[in-house]
C-alpha cells in the first residue's frame, strides 16, 4: 500500500510539472503564430484572412478583399487596429476595434498546453500498456504498480484531452464551433489535419470506454478493441505536428521527433521481435 501512495505522489508531482512545462513549450512567436493559423485556411478573397476568421471574428465579407471599400484591405486594417466595416480613407485609430491577443489570452495558451500535454500523455500510455502486454516493464516496476500507473496516466490524458477540448471553444481567435470541434469535415481550417485530431477524440472515447465497462467480463472484445490505440497515436502524432502552432519550435520537433521514432521502434518489437522471440522459446 506505501509503494501504491508513493506511486500515486509521484504521478500527480508529474502531470503537475508537465502541464507547465507544456504551457512553457506552448509559447511561440506572435507573428509566426498569428500567420500560420490566418494563412493556413481557406481565404477567397486573399485578403490575408480566412473565411472562417472574417465571417466568425470580425464579420467581414469573406468575398471581398475590401469589405467597407476604403483602400485598405480587411487584413490590414485588423493589424492597424481599424474598423474593416467602417469606411475611413485615413484609418483613425478611434475606429479600432477589439482585436483579439491570440497568444495571451487564456484559452490559447490552455488549449495549446493541453493539446501538448495530451500528446505526450498519449505515448506515455500506448508505451507502458505495450510494456505491460509483453512483459518488459515488469524489469523495472512490479505488476500492481505498472497497473496504477497506467490506470491514472489514462485519466489523466481523458482529463487533458478534455480541456483542450473546452479551451478550444473559449478561443476567440479561430473561433471554433462545437460543431467544427466534433464533427469531421465540418472546418474549413486544415480540414486534413484537424479531422485527424476529430477521429482520435473517437478512437480514445472507445478505448477509454471499453476498459472502463467491459475489460473483465469481456476481456478478448477488450482486447481485440485496444489494439486501436496505435492508429490512435498515429492520427494524434500527425494532428500535433501538422496543426500546432507551437510545432514549428526547436523543442517541439525534438519532442515529436523521439515520440515518434521510439514508437516506431515500439511496432517492430511489439509486433515483429516479439513473435520472433516467441516463435523460437517454443
Do not use: C
Not at 506505501?2 to 504551457?23: E, G, M, N, P, Q
Not at 481523458?158 to 480541456?163: D, F
Not at 473483465?216 to 481485440?224: A, N
Request: neutral net charge; charged residues 15%.
Amino acid at each position: 500500500m506505501d509503494k501504491i501512495k508513493s506511486t500515486k505522489t509521484l504521478l500527480i508531482i508529474f502531470l503537475v510539472f508537465l502541464f507547465a512545462t507544456s504551457v512553457y513549450l506552448a509559447q511561440p512567436m506572435v507573428k509566426q503564430a498569428q500567420a500560420q493559423i490566418i494563412n493556413s485556411a481557406k481565404d477567397s478573397d486573399y485578403d490575408g484572412l480566412s473565411d472562417q476568421v472574417e465571417i466568425n471574428t470580425y464579420q467581414t465579407d469573406p468575398n471581398k478583399a475590401d469589405t467597407d471599400g476604403d483602400g485598405y484591405l480587411d487584413s490590414a486594417e485588423v493589424i492597424n487596429g481599424t474598423n474593416p466595416l467602417v469606411f475611413d480613407l485615413t484609418s483613425a485609430p478611434n475606429n479600432a476595434v477589439n482585436q483579439p491577443d491570440i497568444l495571451s489570452s487564456l484559452p490559447w495558451y490552455v488549449a495549446r498546453a493541453a493539446g501538448i500535454s495530451t500528446y505526450i500523455l498519449m505515448f506515455l500510455v500506448v508505451f507502458l500498456g505495450t510494456g505491460m502486454t509483453t512483459s518488459f516493464a515488469y524489469k523495472y516496476v512490479n505488476p500492481v504498480q505498472a497497473w496504477v500507473i497506467h490506470k491514472y496516466l489514462g485519466m489523466a490524458l481523458g482529463i487533458s484531452l478534455l480541456i483542450h477540448i473546452l479551451s478550444l471553444s473559449f478561443d476567440k481567435f479561430i473561433n471554433f464551433s462545437w460543431g467544427e470541434i466534433l464533427i469531421p469535415f465540418f472546418s474549413n481550417y486544415k480540414p486534413l489535419y484537424l479531422n485527424f485530431g476529430i477521429f482520435s477524440l473517437y478512437i480514445l472515447l472507445i478505448v477509454l470506454f471499453t476498459s472502463l465497462i467491459i475489460r473483465l467480463k469481456f476481456h478478448k472484445t477488450w482486447r481485440g478493441i485496444h489494439y486501436a490505440v496505435y492508429p490512435l497515436f498515429i492520427f494524434s502524432f500527425i494532428h500535433g505536428f501538422f496543426i500546432g502552432s507551437d510545432s514549428g519550435t526547436l523543442i517541439m520537433r525534438w519532442v515529436y521527433g523521439m515520440t515518434g521514432a521510439a514508437f516506431l521502434l515500439l511496432l517492430l518489437y511489439r509486433f515483429i521481435f516479439q513473435n520472433i522471440l516467441n516463435s523460437k522459446s517454443k
